[in-house]
Nanobody
């Protein structure tokens, strides 16, 4: 069992920054991959960023490369998403997800636990 709780969402003007956090409890000794996904109104959930058990294994969606950074806390029980230069199209509910392998892709089907989501709203 894995419990994920996101925080840090909110409203920000375009060009601003937000830092999302995901507190992870439960199955953390097995080397989970962690990822962020997002879902905008009327759209399907999409991959944002992934970090493997080894923090050197990272990947990002093209739409956020160079603006977003995913990282883990030292104890690996927190995952962060630093979002800079936010755009209107970044508005969405952001979800943290866990995959039970050392590295997983951006395919949401590989992830077996999900947080409840946190809303990010970017305005002009």
């Amino acid at each position: 069992q894995v419990h994920l709780v996101e925080s840090g969402g909110g409203s920000v003007q375009a060009g601003g920054s937000l830092r999302l956090s995901c507190a992870v409890s439960g199955r953390t000794s097995g080397g989970d991959t962690m990822a962020w996904f997002r879902q905008a109104p009327g759209k399907e959930r999409e991959f944002v960023a992934v970090i493997g058990w080894s923090a050197g294994s990272l990947d990002y969606a093209d739409s956020v490369k160079g603006r977003f950074t995913i990282s883990r806390g030292n104890a690996k029980n927190t995952v962060y998403l630093q979002m800079n230069s936010l755009k209107l199209e970044d508005t969405a509910v952001y979800y943290c997800a866990a995959c039970p392998f050392a590295y997983c892709s951006g395919n949401s089907n590989e992830y077996d636990y999900w947080g409840q989501g946190t809303q990010v709203t970017v305005s002009s």
